[in-house]
C-alpha cells in the first residue's frame, strides 16, 4: 500500500470528491454532443410556424434522395424562398443566441458559486459546505430534465445556472477538503483527484450523449437530471466520513474533534507530529492580523503569492479548454468531418484527456509543478496554432480536417497534463 493512503481515507476521498468534481466536469461536457437536438428544439418553440414549414419542405423532398440530402434539399428551399427565408435566417440567430446563453451561464454560476466559497467553507466548514450545496444540484437537475416536458427553455437555462453555481462552489470547497485530510506526503498527487474525477466525468457525459445512447429526442432531459445520482452518492457516504481537521483546529479552535478527526482518518492515535504542526500553524495565524484585500494588494510579501495564483488560475480559465469541451464536436464538423465521424473524434479527445490526467497524477511529484504548468500551456498554444491553420485550409487541403482532430487531442492533452489539475491545489 502507498505510504500514507489507508482504506479510511481513501473512502473519505472518494466521498469528498465523485459527487462534486462530477459536477463540475459531467454539466461542462454534457451539452457538446447533443447541440443540435437541443437547439431544434429550442427552434420549435421559438419559431413553430419556420420549422412547420421547413417540414413541409422535407415531405415535398424526392423519395430518391438519402435523408441528409433530403434535409439539404428542404434547407436549400427554405433559402430560395423570399417569404420564409429571412425569417428561418432570424430564427436560427435566435436560436443561436438561446443555447449561447444555455451553454455559458454555467460559467457565469462558476464565477458565482466561487465568490461564495470563502464564506460556505468558514461558516459551514468544508465537508458541511459539501453536502448543503447538494440542494443546489437537486433543483438544477429537476430544472433541466423537466424543461422539455415544461416547453421551456427557460427552465434549462436556469438549471443550468444553478448547477454552475453548485461546480463553483464545489471547486473551491473540495480541494480543499481533499488537501486538507491527505498526509503530506501524498498531498500533491491526491490533489490531482478533483481534475481526474472530472475529466472521467467528462468522457461519461460525451458517451452518453451520443446519438445511439441518451442523445436523442426522448434520452437528452435524462442525460441532463443523471447528474444527480453522484449528489446521492456524496449524501449516502460524506456524513460518515469527519469534517477536517485543520479547518477544526485553526477556524473553530476545537482540538480534541480535530485529533479524533485526524486519528480516524489515518486510522491511528499516533497523529500527534500533525497535530503539533497544526499547532504551530494556528499559534502563527493568532500573531498575524487578519489580512484584507487592500493590504493583499499593497503588500509586497502578500501580494506576490496572490498575483502567481490570480495567474496560475486565469491561465487554467482563459486558455480556451472550454470551448474544446463545449463545442468540440461542433469544431470537427466545421472542419469538414460528418456527425457520426465528429462524436467519435469527441470521444477520442475525451479518452486522451483521462489518460493525461492519470500520467499528470504520477508525473506532478517528480517532474515539479512548475515544470508540468510551463510544458503543458506552451503545447497548448502551439496546437491552437495548429487548429486555426487547419480551419482555414481544411476545404483546399482534405487532410487538414484530420489535423484538426490531432490538434484539438494534443491541445486537451497538453491542458491536462498540468493546467488542468495544478492550479487547483497549487493556490492552497
Not at 25 to 35: D, E, I, K, R, W
Not at 99 to 113: D, E, H, N, R
Not at 186 to 205: D, M, N, P
Not at 258 to 279: C, F, N, P, Q, Y
Amino acid at each position: 500500500m502507498v505510504e500514507g493512503l489507508n482504506p479510511r481515507i481513501g473512502f473519505a476521498i472518494a466521498a469528498g470528491a465523485i459527487g462534486s468534481s462530477f459536477q463540475h466536469g459531467y454539466n461542462t461536457g454534457v451539452l457538446n454532443a447533443p447541440q443540435d437536438m437541443i437547439t431544434s428544439w429550442v427552434k420549435s418553440y421559438v419559431c413553430p410556424e419556420v420549422v412547420t414549414k421547413f417540414k413541409e419542405y422535407l415531405a415535398d423532398a424526392p423519395d430518391s434522395l438519402e435523408p441528409a440530402n433530403r434535409t439539404e434539399y428542404a434547407l436549400e428551399m427554405m433559402k430560395l424562398d423570399s417569404e420564409w427565408g429571412p425569417q428561418n435566417v432570424a430564427c436560427d440567430t435566435s436560436c443561436t443566441l438561446i443555447w449561447s446563453w444555455t451553454v455559458a451561464i454555467f460559467c457565469i454560476g462558476g464565477m458565482m458559486g466561487g465568490t461564495l466559497c470563502g464564506f460556505v467553507s468558514s461558516r459551514l466548514g468544508r465537508k458541511g459546505g459539501l453536502l448543503l450545496i447538494n440542494v443546489l444540484v437537486a433543483i438544477g437537475a429537476t430544472l433541466m430534465g423537466l424543461a422539455k416536458y415544461a416547453g421551456s427553455y427557460q427552465m434549462l437555462i436556469a438549471g443550468r445556472l444553478v448547477i454552475g453555481i453548485n461546480s463553483g462552489l464545489n471547486a473551491g470547497l473540495a480541494p480543499m477538503y481533499l488537501s486538507e485530510i491527505s498526509p503530506t506526503s501524498l498531498r500533491g498527487a491526491l490533489g490531482t483527484v478533483y481534475q481526474l474525477i472530472i475529466t472521467l466525468s467528462i468522457l461519461l457525459s460525451q458517451i452518453l450523449g451520443m446519438n445511439n445512447v441518451l442523445g436523442t429526442e426522448d434520452g437528452w432531459p435524462w442525460l441532463l437530471a443523471i447528474t444527480a445520482i453522484p449528489a446521492i452518492f456524496q449524501l449516502a457516504t460524506l456524513p460518515f466520513c469527519p469534517e477536517s481537521p485543520k479547518y477544526l483546529l485553526l477556524d473553530k479552535d476545537d482540538e480534541m474533534a480535530a485529533e479524533a478527526a485526524l486519528s480516524w482518518l489515518r486510522g491511528t492515535i499516533e497523529v500527534h507530529d500533525e497535530m503539533d504542526e497544526m499547532k504551530q500553524e494556528q499559534e502563527s495565524m493568532k500573531l498575524v492580523p487578519k489580512v484584507t484585500l487592500k493590504e493583499m494588494l499593497t503588500n509586497g510579501s502578500l501580494r506576490k503569492p496572490l498575483v502567481i495564483a490570480m495567474m496560475m488560475m486565469l491561465a487554467q480559465q482563459l486558455s480556451g479548454i472550454n470551448c474544446a469541451i463545449f463545442y468540440s464536436t461542433k469544431i470537427f464538423k466545421l472542419a469538414g468531418l460528418g456527425p457520426q465521424e465528429s462524436q467519435s473524434a469527441t470521444l477520442g479527445m475525451g479518452s486522451m484527456n483521462v489518460l493525461m490526467t492519470f500520467i499528470s497524477l504520477v508525473l506532478i511529484e517528480k517532474a515539479g509543478r512548475k515544470t508540468l504548468m510551463l510544458i503543458g500551456l506552451v503545447g497548448m498554444f502551439l496546437m491552437t496554432t495548429l487548429l486555426l491553420a487547419s480551419l482555414l485550409t481544411f476545404e483546399t487541403v482534405p487532410v487538414m480536417s484530420y489535423v484538426a482532430i490531432v490538434a484539438v487531442i494534443l491541445f486537451v492533452v497538453g491542458f491536462a497534463t498540468g493546467p488542468g489539475s495544478i492550479p487547483w491545489f497549487f493556490v492552497t
